[in-house]
Structures are given as structure tokens and as C-alpha cells.
């Protein structure tokens, strides 16, 4: 954390537009933020562009390459490519979006209070903390997936949660950063309470480091989603999705490629998107993402 | 150096210990049984009772506890509730060949990565570092299953180089899974490879900035020996560690490329108990994926503290 991070009393919104124009002005951080955008541009109007129905199939389109009707063909069920495709992201969209912030406010209010209690909770906790990020996230998803089903009221927090965890360590290892300088000895001296310390002193000085964590887990968020609905835990059909769909067209591989081809395309471009915006936006707020491993 | 090795073993046992009473509480507090979880709504009367007796539900749980907790120390893992087979025969080949796929990915990725990050580092901002980085950026967030199914669409279906799917039984020697085992490999150290260049990247480009490595350009120190001998050896250090952190954080996507390959690992073995909802058999996978990170986690500890003195003495300072 450099001393620039540290003004509080800047203006929020002056800070972010600053933000916002230094990512844009880096080749990766443009490309990677139109990405995103447009994304979420095609999941939102999506329903009134697509040309066919998701679900309709029609039998003598079956696995057809790209065809005038069907631009980019049809399924092995005989439904529309492009009309999956640009559906496809929508639930996954949802999901990650709602979970993500779930995740990083709550990751991040723990682990900023572990940060400036410490002590003998603090070290209990981080055992229990280091003992689940131990443990593949594919198991501890599929677990609680496969007991609960697989319903978006239960992925979002279960995604949550678990995401949540690896939010503490980083928190806490933030909040160590800021906790032993002079600022903070003073609000405690001033007899500020807990709550106070957090909101005044400590979250103004972790927000850059929770915001890159929160793109970064985003993305890792997507990847965990469309893995899950590959693996066929995740949305359930005939729901369009990128993860299902490939899983779906991969057996048809060699005489339908675009099937696969399409959904790979999209799935790609948008985590590829997020984190271009991540890489830009850490370095934007000068914080070295690369030097932290994937926990 | 040896009391410090010992206190960092004991924190690693503490930890798999949690991970024992955290996996065993997980299945527990989850509605149902192993029996009813497995037997699912058909489970009653007298088949339930069996299943019951056979796993020996009825104790209390801490006893139950203990029981798996030391089965599993001496390297009994229990039954199965799917045919009530040894949890560690079924385990063992699948367990071998999960590191065989780990361990070549290794080999391949590992100093790939390192020579690359060095490159793209002293190399900043340059082509070949735009080129790398990019690239980087696209293998390592690209979900695996996205990754393999394009390789298997180019090498497999389209040029016909090598086999999309691994079809040598779970118990074969390694050498019979050549050249199946290459796409899944690729896969892998791809991904390996572009978090562990990042890493070495940026700590490159970090230790080449500090005052010492002026220092001795300005004393005169030729270029490449200022490289080799003063930059290179701080600059890896940090890397030890985090390729041990990518190594388990890769075990998530290990399991989604065994099912894409259709590859006779641990991971397949995972995703077949979960769909199974064989309780038993999960929860000693789950222990033992957790023990390989916690091994994984020390070697590389302990490889760092051996190869900086600095860090040894800063331990133990505190």
C-alpha cells in the first residue's frame, strides 16, 4: 500500500472517474471493459433479439452446419445455435453477479476485523479459514450441490461462501498493511469504537485491494459456474447455457465444430473480458495482482 | 532450522486435522446418512438397517469420529457404501495416476514457465513480453474444460495427431498411457504455466528494479552476470511458494480435465462418488486431496527456508 492510497478525503466519485479513464486508457483494460459491457448489453436485451425459440426444435435442421435460417446451425436436438449462444450467459451472469458482491462484503468484513482484533480468535479462525481453501472448490461446491440441488437459490450462496473464504485472507492481509500506522493508533486513542475504526479508518484503505479482488473472483466465479453446468451440476436443461452446451455438442464435434465453436467463443470472450479489466484496474490502483497466487 | 521445520510440520498436521473434523461435520450435518444418501427414497426397513450396521451408523458421532480419524492415519480408509469394496484399494491406482498427470505437467510446465517469466520480465513492455503476458492471460483464465475441448477439436478431430480420450484401464503401468495422456497434460501445464510466468514475471521485473541490482550496474557488473548471479536467485525465491499454491489450486481443475479426457484419476473417482452420493468414499477423497495440498504447502515452505537463510532467521526472530 502506497501513501498515494491513503487520501480518504478525496471525493468517491472524482477518485473512481479517475479510476474509470486511467483503466480505459490501457489497450487491455478498453478491450477487456467492452467485453464486459457488452456482455451485459446482449444478456439484458438478449430475449428480444434472438430469432428462434430456445427450446423449438426442428428435426431436419439436426446438426446442420450454418445454414440461412439457422446462422450459425442447429443442435443435435435440432435447436438453434445462435439463438442459444446469445442466451447462454444470462444465468451465469445473474449468478455471479449477485454472488460476487455477497462474497467480497462479507469476505471482507471478516477478514478486516480478524485484521484489527488478531489475538487468539484470529489464529483459530485463520486455521479454519486455511483448512477449507485446502479442499478443492470442486468438492466442497459439488457436495452441498448435490444435497441441495441445483436451483439458483442454492448456487448463489453457496458460490458466496466459498468464494468468500480466500476474501478473508486477502482482507486481513490488507488490513495488517494500514492497522500498525499512526492513524489508527490515534482513532483508538480517541476512543473510537471497533465499528467506527472499520468504516472510517480501515475500509477506505482496503477498497482498492477488495475491488480488484472482487473482478478477480468474478471471474473465477464464471469459470466454477460453467464448469459445474459442463459437468451437468449446474443449470439444468433446456435452460441455454455455454457450460451445458458445450458439453452437450461435444460428442458431435466432428461433423457440427460451430456447435462447440460458438459457445466456447462467448464463454471466452467474457472471462477473458473481466480479467482484462481486473489486470487494468490493479494496475490502475497499483496493486501488483500477479504476485498473488489463485487461492 | 530443525525446530523450525518441526513447529511448521505441526501446523500442517493441525491443519489436516481440521480438514478431517471439518469433512467429517460437513457430511454429517448434511440431511440424511451415508445410508439414505446412497439407498436414496427407496431406503427402508430392513435394507437401510443393514446398510446401517454394515457402516456402523448407529454410534454417536465423535466416536465415529475417531474411528475413520485413525483408520484413516494408518491408511485405512474405510468401505464404501457402493458395494461395500475397500475405500483404499479402490483409491490407490487412481490416486497414482492423478499424480502421474500432475507430475508431467509439471516437468513440462514448471521450467517453461520459469525461463518465459524471465524473459517476458527482463523483456518489459517489449513484443515478446506482449506476446507471452497476453497469452498468459488467455490459457490461465480460459476454464479448463473450454481449453481441452479446443484442443481436442484441433489436434484430435481436425489434424488427427493424437487421441482426444484416455481409454487404458485405471490399473495399467504409466507407460501405457502414452500418448493418451498428452492432450490432458498439455491442458494442464498450460494453465500451470501461465500462473507460475505471471508470478516469476513480476518478481523479476520487481528485483531488477531494487537499489542493489543499480548497484551493481553501476559499479560495472556486466549485464547478464548482474542477471544470473545477483537478480535471478532473489527473484525465484518468491516463486517456490506460489507454484506450490498453483499446484493445489490446480487440483479443482485437475478433477474437470480427468472427466473431459475420461481420464482414470482421482478426480473422475470424485465426481463418480458424487453422483453416486457415496458418502464414504467421498470423504476420503476429500481427505486425501486436502493432505496432498497441506504436503505440497510444507515441501515448498521448507524448500524456501532452506534456500534463504534471511527467512530462516526471520522466523525465528519472531
Redesign the interface.
Known amino acids: 500500500m502506497t501513501e498515494t492510497n491513503l487520501h480518504r478525503h478525496s471525493s468517491a466519485f472524482s477518485r473512481l472517474s479517475g479510476v474509470l479513464s486511467d483503466v480505459v486508457s490501457r489497450p487491455s483494460g478498453a478491450i477487456g471493459l467492452f467485453l464486459v459491457i457488452f456482455h451485459i448489453v446482449l444478456a439484458l436485451t438478449s430475449p428480444y433479439l434472438v430469432p428462434f425459440d430456445y427450446k423449438e426444435m426442428n428435426a431436419s435442421f439436426m446438426l446442420s452446419g450454418p445454414t440461412s435460417t439457422h446462422w450459425l446451425g442447429a443442435d443435435h436436438l435440432g435447436r438453434d445455435v445462435l439463438s442459444r449462444t446469445l442466451l447462454g450467459g444470462r444465468e451465469a451472469l445473474l449468478v455471479t453477479a449477485i454472488a460476487t458482491p455477497i462474497a467480497v462484503i462479507w469476505g471482507g468484513f471478516v477478514g478486516i476485523l480478524l485484521g484489527l482484533v488478531g489475538g487468539r480468535i484470529d489464529e483459530v479462525l485463520m486455521r479454519i479459514v486455511d483448512a477449507f481453501l485446502s479442499l478443492p472448490w470442486i468438492l466442497k461446491m459439488l457436495v452441498l450441490i448435490v444435497t441441495f440441488g441445483t436451483g439458483m437459490f442454492v448456487l448463489i450462496p453457496t458460490l458466496a461462501f466459498f468464494y468468500g473464504i480466500p476474501v478473508i485472507r486477502i482482507a486481513r492481509a490488507a488490513t495488517h498493511d494500514v492497522v500498525a500506522r499512526d492513524f489508527i493508533s490515534a482513532a483508538r486513542a480517541r476512543g473510537h469504537k471497533k465499528m467506527t475504526i472499520i468504516r472510517r479508518e480501515l475500509l477506505p484503505n482496503v477498497l482498492d485491494t477488495l475491488m480488484v479482488e472482487g473482478a478477480m473472483r468474478w471471474s473465477w466465479m464464471l469459470l466454477a459456474f460453467s464448469s459445474l453446468s459442463f459437468l451437468g451440476f449446474g443449470v439444468s436443461p433446456p435452460t441455454p447455457d455455454w457450460g451445458l452446451m458445450i458439453a452437450d455438442a461435444r460428442g458431435f464435434m466432428s461433423f457440427a465444430p460451430v456447435g462447440v465453436i460458438a459457445p466456447v467463443v462467448a464463454l471466452s470472450s467474457l472471462i477473458i473480458g473481466i480479467n482484462l479489466t481486473a489486470d487494468s484496474l490493479a494496475k490502475a490502483l497499483g496493486i501488483d495482482r500477479a504476485q498473488k497466487a489463485p487461492v | 532450522m530443525l525446530n523450525l521445520f518441526l513447529r511448521r510440520l505441526m501446523l500442517g498436521i493441525?491443519?489436516v486435522v481440521?480438514?478431517s473434523i471439518?469433512?467429517f461435520l460437513?457430511?454429517e450435518l448434511?440431511?440424511g446418512d451415508a445410508c439414505t444418501?446412497f439407498l436414496e427414497r427407496e431406503a427402508q426397513g430392513k435394507l437401510l438397517e443393514n446398510c446401517r450396521n454394515d457402516l456402523g451408523l448407529g454410534r454417536p458421532a465423535y466416536e465415529r469420529y475417531l474411528e475413520w480419524a485413525v483408520g484413516a492415519a494408518q491408511g485405512d480408509l474405510g468401505i464404501s457404501a457402493n458395494g461395500q469394496k475397500s475405500i483404499a484399494d479402490l483409491v490407490g491406482h487412481r490416486l497414482g495416476n492423478s499424480l502421474l498427470l500432475a507430475l508431467c505437467a509439471m516437468c513440462a510446465g514448471i521450467p517453461l514457465a520459469i525461463i518465459l517469466g524471465v524473459v517476458t520480465g527482463l523483456w518489459r513492455d517489449r513484443s515478446v513480453d506482449l506476446v507471452f503476458s497476453?497469452s498468459a492471460?488467455?490459457a490461465m483464465?480460459?476454464?479448463?474444460?473450454?481449453s481441452a475441448?479446443?484442443l481436442?477439436?484441433l489436434f484430435s478431430?481436425w489434424l488427427e495427431w493424437l487421441p482426444g480420450i484416455v481409454l487404458t484401464p485405471a490399473d495399467s503401468p504409466a507407460s501405457d498411457f502414452f500418448p493418451e495422456i498428452l492432450l490432458p497434460v498439455i491442458v494442464l501445464a498450460m494453465v500451470m504455466t501461465a500462473?507460475i510466468l505471471?508470478?516469476v514475471?513480476?518478481?523479476v521485473i520487481?528485483v531488477m528494479e531494487s537499489d542493489y541490482i543499480q548497484m551493481a550496474t553501476l559499479k560495472g557488473v556486466p549485464y547478464w552476470q548482474t542477471v544470473f548471479r545477483h537478480a535471478l536467485p532473489n527473484a525465484l525465491l518468491?516463486a517456490i511458494?506460489?507454484v506450490a499454491?498453483?499446484i493445489?489450486?490446480l487440483?479443482?481443475g485437475v478433477?474437470?480435465i480427468e472427466?473431459v479426457f475420461n481420464y482414470p484419476g482421482l478426480g473422475r473417482m470424485?465426481?463418480d462418488a458424487?453422483?453416486d452420493?457415496d458418502l464414504p468414499v467421498?470423504q476420503a477423497?476429500?481427505l486425501i486431496?486436502?493432505t496432498v495440498?497441506?504436503c505440497v504447502n510444507l515441501t515448498a515452505d521448507l524448500m524456501t527456508m532452506i534456500a534463504n537463510p534471511r527467512l530462516r532467521t526471520h522466523y525465528l526472530r519472531k
Open positions: 493441525v491443519t481440521i480438514v471439518i469433512i460437513g457430511v448434511l440431511p444418501a497476453t492471460i488467455f483464465t480460459i476454464p479448463e474444460f473450454v475441448t479446443v481436442i477439436l478431430v500462473h505471471r508470478m514475471r513480476s518478481s520487481q518468491p511458494n506460489v499454491l498453483t493445489a489450486w487440483l479443482g478433477v474437470v472427466v470424485m465426481i458424487i453422483s452420493r467421498v477423497i476429500a486431496v486436502a495440498y497441506v
